[in-house]
């Protein structure tokens, strides 16, 4: 919105800052969802004029939700940062948060055996985190306060300073007669017709130059959308509102708009070192490009002891070396030249596997490559070495996708489970990890069960793959792939669908799955029982004599 020059009018009252609200539980969904929004029509923003306006009455008293009984005054204004998480550095934003009774949360969308997507909130392309920007936001109601705040805890905000008001539009142009205004401002008002259009001409003469607006209507209206784009309003959104919703509208307002589109990103994790995780995230890679058709880009994360080389037999390339060295010059151009075209829809990104060289631990380096390869492949894989660092847990905590693997011991249960929880704490609007139980049937008695692994770390496993040390030992000494391989088509069935998951970002509709055989006939050593239809349990175990 662009505003224009005005004196500055006497301030009555500022609104006032509303209290911290406790933080929701790790994994739970905010409690009022809500639908993209109804219109995405790009408009040129046009100046509005300046008009008088009477003085605005006072800010609205914030009231507790969903009751309609008064609650008590506010207290002083402050401002809080979201709690570190170990091995994490310490967010930049500071908010102020609405202060309002646990509402218990309401569930993503209808409870599936695996949470594979968010009904409604799917999107084609990867996610954008937003700019390092401030901005405020005037509520009318103590849902949209909510909600606003629940967009704080998302990793595409971390670069943002956040600030929650109650009192509305009328608040909002009162506090500006006296303040400069940020980056970026959300109004939430009930108005409408000549009423509205007056309010927001008295905000536009105070607003500086350059500040965005973003309305929150009550209606569903496309011809009010319309009036509100030809009034240099940035956009227009209608409850019920759903934090990564709104995250998503104010990110799309500052993309590149030589760059709308980014790519999918997905993290391969183990849970433990050698359970498997670099060479099914190369075999991943390998049936999007081959099988599917999809063009992908594959990046060992890992200097120092990285296996994409040997798995694709190029021998000490150093790709990710000479891109990390100059994460400032890291271009498509750059990029393009130091990446190998391994097929026409696959591009490596390998390492040297040398320890010549220091491991760069520089968190922004590893976020410029990442980012440098959103922008020139439509699905990115990379294979993350198993250290935990200040880099590798931004990495985990701002990619679409993670996928953890991990084999049935005691270890990798509680890796798993320590996993999962950080990630669902880091990432409460996304859809929980991937999981892949691997070289399970290895010792008849010496493992842990999958049903006893999957509720002791909260999650069904999405794969599980079946101890079969001839075929990935075929596959790892002679760099074939596990197509390659007659023995393994059942496991290169269950990474066809993890595959496909990443590709489109939900689980193809389930199919029943026969039962897994061991010798003469009986259940796989695991001691499991046959996965049912309705089961979100994939075994893949390889027949034995």
């Known amino acids: 919105m662009t505003a224009m020059t005005q004196p500055q009018m006497p301030h009555p009252q500022a609104p006032r800052p509303v ?59 402050m401002q809080t940062a979201p709690q570190a998480q170990p091995h994490q550095p310490q967010p930049q934003q500071q908010q102020v948060v609405p202060q309002m009774p646990t509402m218990e949360a309401a569930p993503l969308g209808e409870t599936l055996p695996v949470q594979d997507d968010i009904e409604g909130l799917s999107r084609e392309g990867g996610e954008r985190a937003l700019p390092q920007i401030a901005i405020h936001a005037f509520c009318d109601r103590q849902e949209t306060a909510h909600c606003i705040n629940e967009t704080t805890r998302d990793w595409r905000m971390k670069r943002t300073n956040m600030k929650i008001y109650m009192g509305g539009l009328q608040a909002a142009v009162e506090f500006y007669h006296k303040e400069n205004t940020p980056g970026l401002i959300l109004i939430e008002t009930g108005m409408r017709g000549q009423e509205l259009f007056s309010q927001l001409e008295e905000l536009a003469s105070v607003c500086d130059a350059g500040t965005k607006v973003v309305v929150i209507g009550a209606t569903n209206d496309i ?3 319309r009036q509100l784009m030809e009034k240099g309003v940035s956009e227009y959104l209608v409850p019920p509102l759903h934090p990564l919703n709104v995250i998503r509208a104010l990110g799309d307002l500052y993309a590149d708009p030589e760059q709308p589109f980014i790519g999918r990103v997905a993290a391969f994790f183990g849970a433990k070192g050698g359970v498997g995780s670099s060479t099914l995230a190369h075999n991943v890679a390998w049936i999007l490009s081959e099988q599917m058709a999809q063009e992908t880009a594959l990046v060992d994360l890992d200097a120092s002891w990285g296996t994409t080389g040997l798995d694709f037999a190029y021998d000490s390339t150093s790709g990710l070396e000479e891109a990390l060295a100059e994460p400032d010059r890291l271009d498509e151009t750059l990029l393009d030249r130091i990446m190998i075209r ?21 968190s922004a380096a590893y976020e410029a490559v990442v980012s440098a390869v959103r922008g020139i492949s439509p699905l990115a894989i990379l294979d993350m070495p198993h250290f935990w ?14 996928v953890i693997t991990a084999t049935p011991d005691l270890a990798n249960l509680r890796n798993t489970k320590n996993l999962i929880d950080f990630l669902k704490t880091q990432r409460p609007n996304d859809p929980d990890p991937i999981f892949i139980l691997n070289k399970t049937g290895a010792s008849k008695l010496g493992e842990i069960s999958v049903k006893d692994f999957a509720t002791a770390v909260g999650l069904e496993p999405s794969l599980v793959i079946g101890f079969d040390p001839d075929s990935f030992f075929e596959v790892t000494n002679e760099g074939k792939m596990l197509s390659d391989v007659k023995n393994a088509q059942q496991t290169v069935q269950g990474l066809a669908y993890i595959a496909n998951r990443l590709k489109t970002g939900s689980f193809e509709q389930r199919k029943k799955v026969a039962e897994p055989i061991g010798k003469k006939g009986k259940r796989g050593k695991s001691g499991d029982k046959p996965a049912k239809e309705s089961k979100p349990l994939f075994s893949f175990m390889k027949k034995k004599g």
Not at 45 to 63: D, F, I, L, Y
Not at 343 to 356: A, D, Y
Not at 389 to 402: I, Q
């Open 342 to 362: 391994h097929t026409p829809k696959l591009s490596i990104l390998p390492t040297s596997g040398s320890l010549n060289m220091k491991p760069v631990l520089d």
């Open 389 to 402: 660092t200040d880099w590798t847990t931004n990495v985990l905590s701002s990619v679409d996708d993670v």
């Open 19 to 77: 209290a911290p609200q406790p933080q929701a539980q790790a994994g739970q969904a905010p409690a009022n969802m809500g639908a993209p929004r109804p219109l995405a029509m790009p408009t040129s923003p046009v100046p509005m004029p300046a008009a008088p306006m009477p003085a605005a009455p006072q800010p609205m008293p914030m009231q507790a939700a969903p009751a309609p009984m008064p609650v008590a005054p506010m207290p002083s204004p």
């Open 223 to 225: 011809r009010l959308y």
